[in-house]
């Protein structure tokens, strides 16, 4: 990230700026190190796609931590541990089709979900998900986990 850029409202030159700031994630707020561009000419403030980033992403990981949510490459690593697909294991934790996938790429699961995917962690818990789905018997995928 760069620490100095051109301002896009005037001529002057914008410097990073960090500030506290506090961030609302589903009804809980959150506090964080806001990232962000003020201008020494104009005084204007403004963000861009990656200051937001790296300031949601600071809500989202308390978020998670507090919720005891996996994180995306704790929730792949889970997955790779059983050798199936995204789409396979979101078919036998009765995600939807794309569920669990969408949860390695990054999107927050409520907290029930989040300890649904912990609960999937332990390979004992994850062989009574498996007995429990109905294509368990005849799917070779899933005999293979």
């Known amino acids: ?3 100095v850029m051109e301002c896009p409202y ?5 410097v990073l700026t960090k500030a506290p700031q506090k961030i609302t994630v589903r009804k809980e707020e959150f506090n964080v190190i806001a990232h962000f561009y003020k201008c020494e000419d104009c005084g204007e403030e403004f963000t861009t796609n990656e200051t937001d980033e790296i ?3 600071q809500a989202y990981n308390q978020y998670r931590a507090k ?6 490459e704790e929730i792949r690593a889970s997955r790779d541990k059983y050798h199936l697909s995204a789409a396979k294991m979101s078919e036998v934790l009765q ?6 996938g969408n949860y390695e790429k990054g999107e927050m699961p409520t907290p029930a979900i989040g300890s649904l995917l912990r609960a999937a962690e332990k390979p004992h ?4 998900f498996l007995k ?11 005999l293979k986990a």
């Open 1 to 3: 990230m760069k620490e």
């Open 10 to 14: 005037g001529e002057g030159l914008a």
């Open 55 to 57: 300031t949601l992403v």
């Open 67 to 72: 919720h005891g949510i996996p994180f995306p």
């Open 95 to 100: 995600l939807g089709e794309n569920g669990y």
């Open 125 to 128: 818990n994850f062989l009574d």
């Open 132 to 142: 429990r789905h109905p294509l368990a018997a005849t799917d070779k995928a899933l």
